[in-house]
């Protein structure tokens, strides 16, 4: 079991540094760049803002009822929704909704060539599989996680602002929600949030990568594929959320 | 443009998978421009040889020499194609983009160069209607032929294929057979095949080996296998079907 765990760990580490030593090749293969940055970013964008927008509201919600018999309390339900949604949140349900659509997708596609020896048709070529199809998405994901959770974080604050506004035993005026917010999240909450994001977009493609290209067998394996691969990337993002939270703060 | 043939050797290789040994003290040669058929029953370490032989999976024991060099060494100095027995070609991409491919990431030519390349080895399999198909839309024996179009566009030294003919009918199989035979006149390359096929085998084969329980049994001319007395040769050969005694009870 702990030699399981610690062969695909370093197996993940060594594809990561593998695609780290074909990055000057990513001029030439900006096409498969492009093409990953548009299915993982903004293909992503209605999901990512229906989620986010749902747990603003949700948050606001929660946190409205729950401290509305302190005297006061509500005016800081704009910070309260703030810096959940920046800190902690936004990055986190972002790498979520990553891991189920676009990390399934990535295992499942990995695996099939894998079992279906269009990996190995690759090694014959001399092409390196890290430089075709892992290189790409490394970077087309650690230039749209940023976009996603900016996304995530806005929409999920305007989501509160409407539960604040609307919400009877809450019915705060949005001006004093956006003025707590603005007292209470600052850019280093943001640059944080931001930072785990990036973590945890890495973290997510990289798991599901590597499961895909070490799948064995035939087509059952595909689908085993998938569900390990986002079942290992949401554990290691509440992992990493921990680790990586207690060194920020 | 031609490049040199390359010889190979298998000296002494051997191969297990967990307790199950597949290879066991396989050794020969195959000179430069050969064709050389590896012939043997479902199951004797044929493909997992070929597998072994263009550096996909290590032998436990042996070596295995292109041109001298150890496999591993010799990648990226001698250009080695496989045609795949299901063909491997690349479904996210078009037939002209599975062939691209390698000269593309490679760099070798110019893209108007490339695209002539292409076309042209396309022309010599009879596949240019196919260049913007996918391979989902192409039938069994076209992907074959896009498959071993995809490794002629590398311009190999040493071609190895894996069951080509094998859920081909008769005369995509005949065709199959042609076009490895004429390949090694038009582009002086070694060629491995891995093959059930007996025609194919007396077809096109300089020498013909037969693999059984993961050891070389014979190595020969084709047309002196034809005319061994060796039982086990005999029976691979031209097996006789007998209703009345099954060979699988016998077996069992």
New interface residues.
């Given amino acids: 079991m702990l030699a399981n765990i610690l062969d695909e760990f370093g197996s993940a580490l060594m594809l990561l540094w593998r695609s780290i030593c074909h990055l000057p090749y990513l001029p030439r293969q900006f096409a498969r760049f492009f093409d990953n940055a548009y299915h993982i970013g903004y293909t992503t964008l209605p999901i990512v803002g229906i989620l986010s927008a749902f747990i603003g509201a949700v948050l606001a919600l929660q946190a409205g009822y729950s401290i509305g018999k302190v005297p006061g309390a509500q005016n800081y339900l704009g910070s309260i929704v703030g810096l959940s949604m920046c800190r902690e949140l936004g990055p986190v349900m972002t790498a979520f909704l990553l891991a189920g659509r676009v990390g399934s997708a990535i295992t499942a596609e990995l695996a099939s060539m894998t079992v279906y020896q269009e990996i190995d048709a690759l090694k014959t070529m001399n092409i390196s599989p890290e430089r075709l199809l892992v290189m790409p998405r490394l970077v087309a994901i650690a230039v749209m996680m940023p976009v996603l959770t900016i996304f995530s974080i806005v929409i999920g604050w305007y989501g509160g602002m409407i539960v604040v506004k609307y919400v009877s035993f809450i019915a705060l005026d949005p001006q004093i929600y956006w003025r707590s917010l603005k007292d209470f999240v600052d850019t280093a909450s943001l640059t944080d949030g931001l930072l785990k994001a990036e973590v945890f977009g890495i973290a997510v493609t990289l798991i599901c990568c590597n499961v895909g290209l070490r799948t064995k067998g035939g087509p059952r394996e595909i689908g085993f594929a998938v569900t390990k691969g986002v079942v290992i990337s949401m554990i290691f993002v509440l992992l990493l959320d921990y680790f990586v939270t207690k060194i920020l703060i | 443009m031609k490049k040199d043939a390359v010889s190979v050797e298998i000296k002494n290789v051997y191969k297990s998978f967990g307790q199950q040994e597949v290879l066991h003290d396989i050794s020969f040669d195959v000179a430069p421009g050969e064709i050389f058929v590896l012939m043997g029953p479902s199951g004797a370490g044929k493909s997992v040889l070929l597998?072994n032989i263009?550096?996909?999976d290590w032998p436990d024991k042996g070596k295995i020499l292109v041109n001298g060099l150890d496999v591993y060494e010799s990648?990226?100095k001698v250009v080695?194609?496989?045609v795949?027995q299901?063909g491997?070609?690349?479904?996210s991409l078009d037939v002209f983009d599975n062939l691209a491919?390698?000269p593309k990431?490679?760099?070798l030519y110019s893209d108007a160069d490339i695209r002539a390349k292409v076309m042209h080895t396309l022309s010599m399999l009879s596949l240019e209607d196919a260049a913007h198909k996918y391979p989902s839309e192409l039938s069994g024996g076209m992907r074959k032929r896009v498959s071993i179009a995809?490794a002629l566009v590398?311009e190999p030294q040493l071609l190895l294929y894996d069951e080509p003919t094998s859920e081909l009918d008769p005369v995509m199989s005949a065709t199959i057979a042609e076009v490895i035979a004429t390949l090694k006149e038009e582009i002086n390359v070694t060629s491995i095949v891995v093959s059930h096929d007996r025609s194919l085998a007396m077809a096109v084969a300089n020498r013909v080996a037969l693999m059984h329980n993961g050891r070389i049994h014979a190595i020969d001319t084709p047309k002196r296998f034809l005319a061994s007395k060796d039982d086990l040769i005999r029976d691979f050969m031209d097996p006789s079907i007998d209703p009345k005694h099954p060979r699988f009870r016998e077996k069992s």
């Fill in positions: 597998k263009i550096g996909l990648q990226g080695m194609g496989l795949f299901s491997a070609l690349l479904n491919l390698y990431e490679h760099r995809r590398m």
